[in-house]
């Protein structure tokens, strides 16, 4: 999975470049609110094709844990519902006072990402120049 983290960074970066060094006045908009940026077809399909593999190798590393958790219900003769599972994984991540809404956020997004929408890169630019580069 790390490798895919590096490659979606990389594709990111070149993003932001490409965005940065864009002429504003060629900016295609059509008096809409949205604009268009003509990307490189290998740029654009690769980091698509990156954000879907990232998304699946997270769910199936939190199935994974799941599975993990309920073989530790098993062993220990503690009884718990396959429906509670998940509200059990969230507890335990919560106790350590770590934010755990990415939890139900990553369910969202991979059944949207694989089920319901278009993949296509959507940038918001309202507050450009107002945010800092990781």
Known sequence: MLWIIKRINKQCK???????????????WN?????????????????IIDLESLIIELESCLELMRQFLLQIYEISN??????????????????????ATWYDDLEKHRNFFIHQGAP????DLTNEGKFKKI
Not at 14 to 28: M, V
């Open 78 to 99: 503690s009884k718990i519902r396959r429906k509670q599972i998940n509200n059990e994984f969230k507890n335990i991540i919560l106790q350590d006072d770590i934010n």
């Open 14 to 28: 070149e993003l932001w470049d490409i965005i940065e060094k864009r002429d504003k006045e060629d900016d295609y």
């Open 120 to 123: 296509y890169i959507a940038i």
């Open 31 to 47: 008096e809409h609110q949205g604009r268009t940026l003509l990307l490189d077809d290998e740029l654009k399909y690769n980091l």
